[in-house]
């Protein structure tokens, strides 16, 4: 009998024993499991914060200086150039002296519509892009500018995104003045067509103080009035590389050319 107590005991001894080892364990665990839970949530909140400050980077970035030969421009209903008599008087229609070709046109929606001064007519084209105005001059003319009217109202996926103008002798020697985004456009979109003062090497000859560039004006994002040029040239080319919507063809309802 007291063999069998003694047994007892310590298979009770032994099992007091290894309970706080698994009490021990178990705590680890616990501690181990609640560690990690920090951690993921620590990395998350971390990982939040990040987000948060790259926006607020990205905005506080500063933005290049937009070159002046791209234009965002916004359409207006009514032609400032005939408009407002302050210019009107100082500028005036000149396509009439010119020669009008299209890359391509729907039968009945040429050039005839798009000189015929009115809204409700325009050029239709029919084939790939992009589309072409050409308007060439017998004798180098002095242009201030070419207005085309769009309706996005109307034409919706035929009114043009993207647009350049090209100048040059021929078709041969054409170079890029102005790069132009519209969006949407409803009205008048007035492109303006000087250059800046040393573009064209007759400048220097003509008055070689001018043709000296300031560095200063090479951050600015408009080019001093004293340092525009008229342009002068015997061809204008408008190239209409894309429309709204992804459209393929494209309609324009009016195109006036001005000088001085």
Known sequence: VCCGNMSEASEDGSASQSQPEEDEDISQDTEDADETREEDQQSDEDAEEE???APRRRRTAPRPPRDYRHLRIKASPKLPLLDDPAVSTTVREIGGAASWRLSTAKPGNGVDQIRDGSNETYWQSD???PHFINIQFPRRQTVSAIALYMDFNLDESYTPKKLKIMVGTTFHNLEQVRQVDVREPVGWVTIPLWRKWGEDPLDNILDPLRGEEDPD???RR???AHKRAPL????????INSMHQNGRDTHVRQVMVFGP
């Open 232 to 239: 002068r040239t015997h061809m204008v080319q408008v190239c």
């Open 217 to 219: 004006d090479l951050t």
């Open 127 to 129: 084939g790939l892009q």
């Open 51 to 53: 987000e948060d400050e």
């Open 222 to 224: 408009r080019v001093p």
